[in-house]
């Protein structure tokens, strides 16, 4: 045989063999191509997206890939370029990556390598044609970044976007040129600083072309092109949508020849290999015939077919399935067939979802329309199945065969009346229609020795309609919650048109895809109308029955799914048949008529506003990340991206299975003589403390007696592969004896487990005494409320790593993905028992943080360094995501109560407030978290009198610990909700009684400190004013008027928020700035660099202060042995304080050299610093900074200043369903005079898409009593199949940010002014939540429902159907249902 190969990146690779079970990603990783990232192991998030291309029946097909799921073996013959083939920083960038680093598109840079290769796939795929802004969106649905909130890679592409050629001519230039007095500036350079209100309306946002078209955009001054790539006004406020001119708008190609790698000829002229690759783990066989698959599956019956992966892979990987046969079915003539006759399609079932995709909407544009219904549902439906690269590899068989009971394609085939045929070697053909195929949970009527030949899906008669439902958690690449298949054929009879026949299919309510036979019969025969609708709904209550605590819960809410689609399905046919039969009308109201309007978003785009500054000051220049270029590359390292060093060894987990548990034995003596164990520690193996905890010392290392939690590490286990280290892990024997746990704050509550010396309490006034006079006073009102919020997983793309290198004399070097390598120094000494000064940690960067690897990363690394001591070998750790999720934590769910007291205008009197927070199994540094909760639950508001006492609730789950916002927007929700029900309790606007009550300058706080320079009301009218505001309100609620089942919601919403670390020892920072002397400098500083730009904000305050380029100016990584006892990269305060650290170094130095400028005017710095050496001048500075006045929790300035902001959202809201679309959010955003605006606006709609996603979209399911079909203590959302954060299309539509102007910082002179960015704008992504609720008014309103209501966060679509009463729901939920939540 021919040996097994596949070109990487224009290189051959002969394929090795004994590799069936291993995936592409591990080869190219392990081969050196590291750009490609493991972000979650099973095709979730993108990171590792490569273009994969063929050569078949004569032409070049390029597809992107998830590589962490396509089987080695499956690329036998193909060429895979990854993002280091493309292009990099030595001989060129390609044109896609490029664009992305110029766009500020990447921040960490983990997801990076994958969207760049997503967006090349697409070019590949599309060329010579360009494809359009709407298919560069779609594109995207399978990529996930939890930085940027997507508009600036959306951005970044859409410069490769097709555009409109009219607006090209010499005509509509002109015309562009008139509209606008043609701009010619440039923006970045051109203004002034400081504008008072200026903004400019010119640009609408949209991509490059379209302006141009419309007439009122602008010409690019660097290409002479249409676009709106930023103009700066009269006032020195730039407006931009794209930025930045002349790289942003140069002419782009689609491809660079001379880099990118050409289709191997080898591969062109290869006829296809017959494979046959044993394998230790699997054997993988590809046949290339029909016959001798056939043969193969009898002689293998339990063997494994293998198209895309998607599902084998996913049982391989966590499921721990083993499969010793696997047969690649991708070659297979027969199995790839798509044939059309004059009845219907013919599919063999390997053909991939995308081909079906693309082959259906050709049919859709070429056949007669009321052919194509069922083509059509199926087409819509996979627009929202999966992502592309998913689409891409996955065959439609696997979809049928799986059986899954929420598939989204099976109810659609059995509603056409689809049929499927079955070869088996000896018994021949026969066909099943789908209805009959599928027998139970996962089960078919298939024989073991059977394979799926094909299916058939018939074409439709006149007037027969076929529509498809889908509701998931999110809209883009997410499984069903509920979906349904339904065909209806109409006819006439007795001049009334009726239900000749009904066929519907209901996925996600059974353990497999079922047929509703009373809802067909109850239409069966019957005209549309009102009696059919309800006798259909209430037979649709019959045939969707589920126990109340079927697995996946949520059970009224899919219930009440089933017949909200049911309700959809005969609107949609009576609109059709309107359509189609001109005597025929709607007997539904006009107001229903948007019930079932398809699914529309146009692109997003954005405008972004912020003061310019004179050109020639880098500081306040919209600088590009530092290491974005090496980012959009894939040549930037993290940690599992390092060169391991010889010897190394792979370590893993032995995790508890229990949430509370005696550990009565731990037998590891099968696990030790598995083939590679190296060794396997546990707690007795600590040389040093086993107790560990960042302040106080209340968790093990290793778990000794007793297990307090699911995931809890009890040994680790170190061998020569990671496979290896994993299998021995799982084989170590572990027996409990169960205790009751405490899962929730609830339980904490009634079993008063408090951590109560870290509970603390702040109080102004006397609560108690106004609270008893008031029940007398006639101007007093008094109402009682709580609020309740989830946690939320960080969703770092890169899980946590270590790599711990002993070396002589008990030293060790460990690389660590962390925000704090001195708590990793710390932690490593402890356990150790080695003094700190032996040990160095260091961090290049992280792949995302946003407080996840503050502290909890710690133990990770700790216990890394275990076996590292005993062995005295390297040993790297790295979690599986589903681990990282499970182990390390989220932001902390919340329950407030409160009472409070207001007058009848709603200003708010007094506040009595508890806040709970669950903390978890230990304390972490939940007592900081709590602390700000208080400390920002006063939101903007002045209340006289207000007390708020904290508890910390310890828990059996994970140990939560910090995330962006650490506690502040948990404790601004609940003065939210209580501003809220005071609103509604006195019968005014929300938006008055907040302005009502809204902090006035020099006003002080209930905990103390005085407010100076508040821009809170300023933000709030800005936002106001710029959203249109009143305007919009009077249109949302026409609109609402006019529309029974789709709602309009608007909020406005405002933030405070403060700025330090609440420790007050923690607010102090190093900087070590050295100068070499061809002129170039070195900065070392203890912050991190997670993406959040802080290396480049540090880089432009030394370039400023020694008065060089940012050329000059280099920040490698983050070292103990550099800056010691740097406190955490987190509390938003890193630029302000290493800023200041470094500016600090820079006097000194600038002292030093001043004598040298003197004596030699005029000379360059590189010449002045070779003076200074050869006169023997120390060119090393160490900066420090703390900061002043600061009093810590309790004082009276526990904040240097805080930061301000307001947001407007709007958004349309589908009640019968929860499906909801952002509109429009406008953001204004106090950040001080901006060091860096890009950055800044980076940040701010990061952290917006961050809290809209905690809100809105994200949700924790823990295995607790309103989860009973989890195992007990166990995290159901342990990766990003289940666990949601929101992709590209959950952005607003239209999302404008501003830089609030003139506002600098008088606190902050070191950083020129400018203020802290990180965390602050997190909390106006709820302004979402608010606007949601807001629609949800609107349609109880319709019900007859007023007043105030209760809605958790996160506001799911569960939540928000529910919370929409209407006929339906309560068929099958009482009205004040409150849905599950694990809090
Ligand atoms: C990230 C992600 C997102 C997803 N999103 C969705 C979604 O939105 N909606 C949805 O419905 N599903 C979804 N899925 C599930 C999955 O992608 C689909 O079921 C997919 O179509 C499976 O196809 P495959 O080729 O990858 O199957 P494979 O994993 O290759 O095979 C799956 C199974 O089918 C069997 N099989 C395959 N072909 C045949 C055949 N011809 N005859 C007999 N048996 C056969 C195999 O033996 C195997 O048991 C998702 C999966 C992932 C990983
Ligand atoms: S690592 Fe492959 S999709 Fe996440
Ligand atoms: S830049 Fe996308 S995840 Fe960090």
Redesign the pocket.
């Known amino acids: 045989m021919t040996e097994p190969i596949a070109y990487i990146n224009g290189k051959r690779h002969v394929l090795p063999p004994g590799r069936a079970d291993q995936t592409l990603?591990y080869y190219l990783r392990e081969v050196g191509f590291t750009g490609a990232?493991?972000?979650?192991?099973?095709?979730?998030?993108?990171?590792?997206?490569v273009l994969v291309s063929s050569f078949e029946g004569g032409h070049l097909h390029h597809r992107s890939v998830?590589?962490?799921?396509c089987p080695l073996y499956a690329i036998e013959g193909m060429h895979v370029v990854t993002v280091e083939g493309i292009g990099n920083t030595r001989d060129g960038m390609h044109p896609v990556q490029e664009r992305l680093a110029t766009a500020h598109g990447s921040q960490c840079g983990f997801c990076t390598p994958?969207f760049v290769m997503s967006m090349v796939a697409l070019l590949r795929a599309k060329a010579p044609e360009a494809p359009t802004e709407e298919e560069i969106e779609e594109n995207l649905a399978?990529n996930l970044c939890r930085c940027t909130g997507y508009r600036p890679i959306l951005d970044a592409f859409k410069a490769f976007a097709k555009v409109e050629p009219a607006a090209y001519t010499e005509a509509a230039i002109a015309a562009s040129k008139a509209a606008n007095g043609h701009h010619g500036s440039n923006g970045a350079n051109g203004g002034t600083n400081g504008g008072t209100n200026g903004r400019t309306n010119g640009s609408n946002g949209k991509a490059n072309g379209k302006a141009g078209k419309n007439g009122n955009g602008k010409v690019c001054p660097s290409t002479g092109r249409p676009c709106d790539c930023g103009d700066v006004d009269m006032e020195g406020t730039i407006t931009s949508s794209s930025k930045h001119k002349e790289a942003s708008c140069g002419p782009l190609t689609h491809s660079r020849p001379a880099v990118e790698p050409i289709f191997p000829a080898e591969l062109r002229k290869r006829v296809p290999l017959e494979l046959e690759l044993p394998g230790a783990a699997s054997a993988w066989y590809r046949p290339l015939s029909l016959q001798r698959l056939l043969e193969l599956k009898k002689q293998h019956p339990a063997a494994k077919l293998v198209v895309g992966n998607t599902e084998v892979g996913i049982e391989m990987k966590f499921k721990s399935l083993k499969y010793p046969v696997l047969i690649g079915a991708t070659h297979i003539p027969e199995l790839n067939a798509f044939e059309v006759d004059d009845g219907g399609v013919h599919i063999g079932a390997s053909v991939t979802l995308t081909t079906i995709m693309e082959s259906f909407k050709q049919l859709i544009s070429t056949q007669p329309a009321y052919k194509t219904s069922t083509l059509r549902a199926v087409a819509e439906q996979l627009r929202w199945f999966a992502g592309p690269?998913i689409r891409n590899a996955s065959g439609i068989g696997g979809n049928i065969c799986t059986a899954s009971p929420i598939s989204d394609l099976n109810p659609i085939w059995m509603a056409c009346g689809a049929t499927f045929t079955l070869a088996g070697a000896g018994t021949g053909e026969r066909s099943v229609p789908a209805k009959d195929f599928f027998l139970g949970y996962r089960k078919v009527d298939m024989q073991p020795h059977e394979i799926l030949l094909k299916l058939y899906v018939p074409f439709n008669t006149r007037q027969e309609y076929v529509k498809e439902f889908k509701q998931a958690h999110r809209r883009d690449d997410d499984i069903a919650i509920v979906n349904a298949g339904m065909r209806f054929t109409m006819e006439q009879q007795g001049g009334v048109w009726v239900v000749a026949e009904a066929a519907i299919a209901y996925g996600g309510v059974a353990p497999l895809t079922i047929l509703a036979p009373k809802t067909m019969a109850a239409l069966a025969g019957k005209p549309i109308d009102g009696a059919t609708l309800e006798a259909g709904l209430k037979a649709v209550q019959e045939d969707v029955r589920m126990d109340p605590n079927a697995p996946g819960g949520m059970v009224e809410f899919r219930r009440s799914l089933a017949a909200s689609f049911l309700f959809k399905g005969l609107l949609y046919v009576a609109q059709q048949l309107e359509a189609d039969v001109p005597a025929y009308s709607s007997p539904f109201p006009e107001s229903y008529r948007s019930a079932v309007k398809p699914y529309e978003r146009e692109p997003s785009h954005g405008l972004q506003y912020y003061s310019a500054v004179p050109g020639e000051d880098v500081v306040g220049q919209p600088y590009r990340h530092q290491a974005a270029d090496e980012q959009v590359c894939g040549t930037a390292q993290y940690v599992d991206d390092i060169q391991l060093p010889r010897g190394a060894l792979h370590a893993s987990l032995v995790m508890s299975s229990k949430p509370h548990a005696k550990i009565l034995k731990l037998d590891t003596a099968a696990a030790s003589a598995m083939p590679g164990v190296v060794g396997i520690f546990s707690a007795k193996d600590v040389p040093g403390g086993n107790d560990i905890g960042p302040v106080i010392k209340d968790e093990e290392l290793f778990a000794t007696d007793k297990v307090v939690v699911v995931g809890q590490p009890i040994a680790i286990v170190a061998a020569e592969t990671e496979t290896q280290a994993r299998e021995a892990a799982k084989a170590v024997v572990v027996e409990y004896e169960d205790l009751k746990p405490v899962m929730d704050i609830d339980d904490a509550i009634k079993a008063e487990s408090f951590l109560l010396p870290f509970s603390h309490s702040l109080n102004c006034g006397d609560v108690d005494s106004f609270f008893a006079s008031a029940a007398d006073d006639a101007d007093v009102l008094v109402l009682e409320g709580e609020a309740r919020m989830g946690g939320q997983e960080h969703f770092y793309l890169e899980p946590n790593a270590c790599v711990v290198i002993p070396a002589e004399n008990d030293e060790f070097l460990s690389y660590s993905s962390t925000q704090c390598p001195d708590a990793h120094q710390k932690y490593l000494s402890h356990v150790l028992g080695i003094p700190m000064h032996k040990l160095v940690v260091r961090t290049k960067r992280l792949g995302g943080g946003f407080g996840g690897k503050e502290s909890r990363s710690a133990m990770i690394n700790a216990a890394a360094a275990i076996p590292a001591y005993h062995l005295r070998k390297p040993v790297r750790l790295v979690l599986d995501?589903d681990e990282d999720m499970q182990i390390t934590g989220t932001r902390h769910p919340f329950m407030g109560r409160y009472k409070v007291g207001f007058s009848p205008e709603g200003k708010l009197l007094a506040c009595d407030m508890k806040l709970y927070c669950n903390a978890g199994y230990s304390m972490d540094i939940s007592h900081g978290v709590l602390d700000r909760a208080l400390m920002h639950a006063d939101n903007v508001y002045m209340v006289p009198q207000m007390r708020a006492q904290g508890y910390l609730c310890i828990t059996n789950i994970a140990s939560n610990t910090a995330f962006r916002g650490y506690g502040g927007p948990q404790g601004m929700v609940v003065m939210e909700n209580l501003i809220e029900q005071v609103a509604c309790a006195v019968g005014r606007p929300v938006e008055e009684v907040k302005k009502l009550n809204m902090y006035k300058e020099g006003e002080v706080t209930y905990f103390g400190q005085k407010l100076v320079g508040s821009q809170a009301e300023r933000c709030f009218q800005d936002v106001w004013d710029s959203s249109d505001y009143t305007a919009r309100r009077t249109s949302a609620a026409a609109f609402n008027e006019a529309n029974r089942f789709r709602k309009r919601g608007l909020a406005i919403t405002p933030t405070k928020f403060g700025i330090s670390f609440t420790t007050k020892f923690l607010n102090q920072a190093g900087a070590l700035v050295h100068i070499y002397t061809d002129g170039t400098v070195l900065v070392t500083h203890g912050g991190v660099e997670m993406g959040q730009g802080l290396h480049t904000k540090v880089a432009q305050v030394v370039a400023h202060d020694l008065k060089i380029t940012m050329a000059q100016v280099y920040i490698a990584e983050t070292a103990t042995d550099k800056v010691p006892n740097a406190s955490p990269t987190a509390a938003s305060a890193s630029s302000d304080m290493y800023g200041a650290a470094a500016a600090d170094a820079c006097r000194q130095l600038n002292e030093r050299l001043a004598p040298y400028y003197e004596k030699m005017p005029g000379k360059t710095f590189k010449e002045v610093v070779m003076a200074a050496y050869l006169d023997r001048t120390d060119l090393c500075a160490h900066g420090f900074y703390s900061t002043p006045d600061v009093s810590g929790f309790g004082g009276d300035m526990p904040f240097n200043y805080f930061c301000y902001g307001a947001a407007v959202a709007e958004v349309e809201l589908d009640t019968l369903t929860g499906d909801w679309q952002i509109l429009r959010s406008d953001v204004v955003m106090d950040v001080g005079k901006s060091l860096n605006p890009s950055i800044d606006i980076g940040q701010v709609e990061g952290a917006f898409v961050q809290g809209m996603g905690w809100s809105c979209i994200e949700e924790l399911v823990w295995g607790d009593k309103q989860h009973t079909w989890v195992r007990p203590g166990q995290l159901f959302t342990r990766g990003?199949g289940t666990y949601k954060i929101p992709t590209a299309n959950d952005i607003p539509i239209d999302f404008r940010v501003t830089l609030l102007r003139n506002s600098p910082c008088e606190r902050t002179p070191m950083v020129h002014s400018s203020k802290a960015v990180g965390e602050p704008p997190f909390f106006l992504g709820t302004s979402v939540f608010y606007a949601l609720k807001d629609a949800c008014y609107a349609a109880r309103k319709d019900a007859g429902l007023e007043g105030w209501f209760r809605l958790d966060l996160p506001a799911t679509p569960e939540r928000l159907r529910m919370a929409c009463v209407d006929d339906i729901t309560k068929a099958y939920a009482p009205d004040d249902l409150v849905c599950k939540l694990s809090c």
């Open positions: 990603l990232k493991l972000g979650c192991g099973e095709g979730g998030c993108g990171a590792c997206t998830n590589a962490c799921l994958g399978g690269p995501r990003p």
